[in-house]
């Protein structure tokens, strides 16, 4: 190995932590163990590409008899089939080996590869109508040039469009497609620095969402990750944490300004915004949801987000004023008051969660649901239940970086039992990196009502999920390798519109019904 990729990887583990690292591996595809394990025993008879030889058939493009999702492939790589002519690894290779490579093959036949991330990927939007299972329906861009650093949009009652950039800030584009000045007012955002087509920065501003009552209060509230300067000790980048603001726009300006939720100073680290979490949801009772990503900074030995001590990995929920509900599951004695580091804990609504990409509530299952990334596979999708634990870092279904389990506690000697983790509704292996999502409500496409709607950064394509109750009974790939969708929203005009993502220039698109029908 060359001494600047040593020097990146000293670089990356000082200064950016497990991220630094994780960043290394997944750039640099000789870093996937999974290639040489691949060739090793599969190459002989499937190709070293997988495109297939005489002795066995190609993995790509082709229908597989025994299916070619995770599990199924899990089974066939694991166990004889004389019919086939294939080998049994379940002597050779480890469980974990076997997962490691079905979830290999399986990347490589959804079109995506470990290494790619598709920030620099041309984006062009298709203007036949696409086709689906419940509707047809066009692409229209609505507006495009905006900030690559995007993360939210959010709709207006009168067509209009709140959107944050995550270094520029917060402004508003008209329905017919205008950016508007940024507001004034807003809270300082720090820079990024580009490594290797990956943003790095902190004090970026994150999700935007208007109260429930918008139209009769105003409020407006902001998640941002709040910058640190004189109370913090850091001496590599500005130390930030999450935070929650809410106000109005009166001319432009950002008033009215007061904090919903806030972490003590000591919580502030140095630490990039890309685990930060920061997506908001409100349910119908007054409650305001927020999600909180990982403690990166601390590397692969973060275990933050089982401490109920600390705010990391935890989806917070406060009333609409940021006091602190009663019958949050870590309010002991029935009061409400309490020091900083006591309010942490008092507003924990659920643990154990990495990578936050959505929040939404569900409005027929009466709860929260969120999306968010595992490491290599294990994307979930998860219904929030006050109090419980998602297992982060102790157990997830994907696995981590280096190829091995998920058990971080082992290490430290931590007692815990995995039957206590609340299992996700859908584990996405191999993962394409899901985003932002809806539950359908709209009026424009009925086949949709009370789907969910999620978008993926990797995969590039937008998802439809059928439940039943919270039992997953229908999968549709919608769209297929359009651009990274950073967030998903429903119009009032009952049309979706995704917020695309792109080192070129950001893209909102929106999807209309077409005259063609179903």
């Known amino acids: 190995m060359s001494w600047w990729k040593i020097l990146l990887i ?100 959804m079109g995506q590869r470990f290494t ?35 993360f939210s949009i959010e709709p207006l009652p009168d067509g209009s469009w709140l959107v944050t950039e995550k270094e520029r800030g917060l402004s508003i584009v008209s329905s017919d497609g205008v950016q508007s000045a940024l507001i004034e007012g807003t809270p300082e955002m720090g820079g990024s620095v580009d490594i290797m087509g990956i943003q790095y920065g902190s004090g970026w501003l994150l999700d935007v969402a208007i109260h429930p009552d918008y139209e009769t209060n ?73 999600s909180v990503g990982i403690k990166s900074a601390d590397g692969t030995a973060d275990t933050t987000p089982q401490d109920l001590n600390s705010p990391y990995g935890k989806i917070h929920r406060v ?25 942490v804990r008092k507003s924990i609504w659920t643990y154990g969660h990495r990578s936050q990409q959505g929040l939404e509530w569900h409005p027929t299952r009466k709860r929260v649901w969120n999306s968010e990334m595992g490491p290599r596979g294990g994307d979930e999708l998860n219904e929030l239940l006050p109090g419980r634990n998602y297992g982060w870092p102790y157990f997830s279904l994907g696995l981590e970086y280096a190829g091995t389990q998920v058990e971080r506690h082992k290490p430290k000697s931590i007692e815990f039992d995995r039957s206590q983790v609340e299992q996700t509704l859908v584990d996405i292996t191999p993962s394409p990196a899901i985003s932002s999502f809806v539950v359908y409500s709209g009026s424009r496409f009925a086949g949709w009502q009370e789907n ?27 769209i297929k390798d359009l651009a990274r969708i950073r967030d998903v929203e429903v119009g009032f005009d009952g049309l979706v519109y995704l917020l695309l993502e792109n080192k070129a220039g950001s893209t909102i698109v929106k999807l209309v019904p077409s005259e063609g029908g179903a």
């Open 10 to 109: 000293v670089v990356g583990v000082l200064t950016l932590g497990g991220i630094g690292v994780a960043w290394y591996v997944i750039n640099h595809a000789e870093l996937d163990m999974y290639t040489p394990l691949y060739v090793d025993n599969c190459g002989q008879c499937h190709g070293d590409g997988l495109q297939g030889t005489e002795n066995g058939v190609a993995l790509l493009g082709t229908k597989l008899h025994r299916g070619d999702d995770v599990r199924a492939l899990q089974h066939s790589i694991k166990n004889a089939h004389p019919n086939f002519g294939r080998p049994a690894f379940a002597q050779e290779l480890s469980d974990t080996q076997i997962k490691g490579l079905a979830i290999y093959i399986g990347e490589r036949r």
């Open 116 to 150: 790619q991330f598709q920030f620099d990927r041309e984006v062009s939007i298709p203007s036949a109508v696409q086709s689906s299972e419940e509707h047809n329906f066009e692409i229209e861009t609505v507006i495009e040039g905006l900030d690559p650093l995007i």
């Open 218 to 290: 105003g409020w407006i509230y902001l998640h941002y990750t709040d910058l640190c300067a004189e109370q913090c000790d850091s001496s590599i980048m500005s130390a930030s944490m999450n935070r929650l603001d809410r106000g109005r726009i009166v001319n432009g300006q950002w008033v009215d300004v007061q904090t919903i939720w806030q972490a003590p100073w000591e919580f502030y680290v140095a630490t990039p915004d890309t685990g930060a979490g920061g997506r908001i949801a409100f349910d119908e009772s007054g409650h305001v949801y927020i």
């Open 319 to 343: 009333r609409d004023d940021g006091s602190i509900p009663l019958d949050n599951p870590f309010v002991v004695g029935g009061s409400s008051n309490s020091s900083e580091i006591d309010f």
């Open 452 to 478: 969910v709607l999620i978008g993926s950064l990797k995969g590039s394509s937008l998802f439809r999920m059928v439940f039943d109750g919270a039992v997953l009974v229908h999968r549709e790939t919608l």
